[in-house]
Nanobody, 124 residues
């Protein structure tokens, strides 16, 4: 089983940037795809970005495409989410999660092993 710890959230003004990090332990990190998800108050959890074990495949939700970048460094057991041009609607708790396979996918139901989350708040 994988353990995940997110960090890097905070309060930022609209148009600003944040970089989230997710440190993994407990499984061979390079053997599974990773995703970043978010959940805003009163809304369902949303998969915003995903990456395969090698980084050769990535996915972005339409709401973040062109603004967010997902990446990973397997040697550091870490996956990142660079968030640029932030908007108030990006405000949410952000979680990382491991995919059931090394490939990753755009299906939220195929991710598990959530971390505790990190709060991102974007002020207007």
């Amino acid at each position: 089983q994988v353990q995940l710890v997110e960090s890097g959230g905070g309060l930022v003004q609209a148009g600003g940037s944040l970089r989230l990090s997710c440190a993994a332990s407990g499984r061979t990190f390079s053997s599974y795809g990773m995703g970043w998800l978010r959940q805003a108050p009163g809304k369902e959890r949303e998969l915003v970005a995903a990456i395969s074990w090698s980084g050769g495949w990535t996915y972005y939700a339409d709401s973040v495409k062109g603004r967010f970048i997902i990446s990973r460094v397997n040697a550091k057991n870490t996956v990142y989410l660079q968030m640029n041009s932030l908007k108030p609607e990006d405000t949410a708790v952000y979680y990382c999660a491991a995919h059931r396979t090394m490939y990753g996918s755009r299906l939220l139901s195929e991710y598990d092993g959530w971390g505790q989350g990190t709060q991102v708040t974007v002020s207007s």
